[in-house]
């Protein structure tokens, strides 16, 4: 099934129109596809099969419980960047067992709640962590897992801001101390070595980058071999991208395979953490033209959401295709698509023909992941209510924000 389909010219999210969501549901709201969300992580998981591994869903990309409890149920596992991350995680029934910890900032508190939720492992990106880990394991009493974050030094050939394989980044350690770190960590009574760790950077459209960095990874793991380190799994990151226009990511059976090719002979079991790949396309942005503003060089079409609801084009000037969701009679015209923020850099799309009146609404695609995610409540703006689509069935698995939500926690100072 095709997640999102134009029939006569009106948008179906599966078997529902987008204008009975909008009108029942109003805007702006997120909407996800079961069937896709089910058919990402099926998908890629299907080319792993017969290797040792674990798909770890970067709750990051889209940490809607609803979500991350449909994939618990396909078997995923799940990379978490934070203490809040593993609570969700808890709350949707993932299994703690599962989930690998990523990020360069753990706070004595994350590294508590993640050894007594017993995780799968500890993805270390400094020295200074991996003794703070040992700290902390040992007044539990526990033998913490871990993983160095490596970094590569591979070009992930991807915007920069989500670059994060190169020597420059705040990310992993340095390739040339990994041996040492390595050795400090084996030596550590309170750590135990599972892993090498590796993650390039997020929206790669070409393969060999990964392969470039598992090469290294794959040296890496036979010179700790000489030195009596084994290493039981190899967690290759995530970064596989998404065609948000006309972008050509290797699919996911040519990466799968690829990778695997790179292990063969290796008993070692191979751990993924893809986000975007597996939510991106899987959900869109609804919103509503508020207003059509000519101007005397562009014409605005000014919508119901906003850089608040969705940061990407703001923040990385990224591109999402936009479209009416219902047929229309008007003449088309070229617009900016913007929201009412206050702020020029408050636009969702250049320059894009439609065919739309006020009132009209519009599907911004490619909005499943770090979309609602990455929501703020900047201008006191409620964040957007979020619904799933199964077959014919809309369940709301977000209510929309309330504006007295807002400022529940504030309080004036006493008179
Ligand atoms: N693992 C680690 C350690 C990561 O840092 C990330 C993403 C992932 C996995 C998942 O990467 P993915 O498969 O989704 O590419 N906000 C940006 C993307 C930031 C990605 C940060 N790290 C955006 O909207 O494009």
Do not use: W
């Amino acid at each position: 099934m095709t997640a999102f389909s134009f029939q006569d010219g009106n948008l179906y999210a599966e078997h529902v129109a987008l204008r009975d969501i909008a009108q029942r549901h109003d805007t702006p709201t997120y909407v996800y596809s079961r069937a896709a969300l089910t058919q990402a992580f099926t998908q890629f998981s299907a080319g792993l099969q017969g290797h040792d591994h674990l798909v770890c869903f970067a709750v990051k990309a889209n940490p809607s419980l609803a979500i991350l409890n449909l994939f618990a149920r396909l078997g995923a596992g799940f990379d978490i960047v934070s203490g809040g991350e593993l609570a969700r995680v808890i709350a949707a029934g993932g299994d703690p067992a599962k989930v690998v910890f990523s990020g360069v900032g753990k706070s004595h508190r994350e590294i508590e709640a993640a050894l007594e939720a017993g995780i799968f492992c500890f993805n270390v990106e400094s020295i200074n962590e991996l003794e703070r880990i040992q700290q902390v394991a040992a007044r539990l009493g526990k033998q913490a897992p871990v993983s160095l974050r490596v970094n590569p030094n591979v070009d992930a050939k991807t915007h920069p801001y989500i670059s994060t394989g190169l020597k420059n980044n705040k990310f992993g350690v340095a390739f040339e101390d990994a041996l040492a770190l390595y050795q400090r960590a084996a030596a550590l009574p309170n750590i135990e070595v599972h892993g090498v760790d590796c993650h390039i950077g997020s929206q790669i459209t070409e393969l060999s980058p990964f392969l470039d960095a598992l090469d290294r990874v794959l040296g890496l793991v036979d010179a700790l071999a000489t030195h009596g380190i084994s290493i039981q799994h190899i967690d290759v990151g995530g970064g596989v991208g998404i065609t948000y226009s006309d972008e050509t990511p290797p699919d996911f059976a040519v990466y799968t395979q690829a990778i695997l090719q790179k292990l063969a002979g290796r008993a070692v079991k191979v751990l993924f953490e893809p986000g975007r790949a597996l939510v991106g396309n899987a959900g869109l942005l609804l919103t509503k033209v508020e207003y059509l503003k000519p101007g005397e060089t562009k014409n605005f079409a000014i919508v119901d959401a906003a850089m608040n609801d969705l940061m990407r084009p703001a923040l990385y000037d990224a591109y999402h295709r936009i479209t009416a969701i219902a047929p229309s009679n008007e003449a088309p015209q070229v617009y900016e698509v913007v929201g009412p923020v206050c702020e020029s850099g408050d636009f969702l799309g250049h320059d894009r023909t439609l065919t739309i009146a006020e009132g009209d609404y519009l599907a911004i695609h490619s909005a499943g992941a770090y979309g609602m995610s990455m929501a703020s409540n900047y201008n006191t703006r409620p964040r957007a209510a979020e619904v799933l689509v199964d077959g014919e069935q809309v369940h709301v698995i977000r209510a929309r924000e309330t504006t007295a939500d807002l400022f529940k926690l504030e309080r004036v100072l006493p008179a």
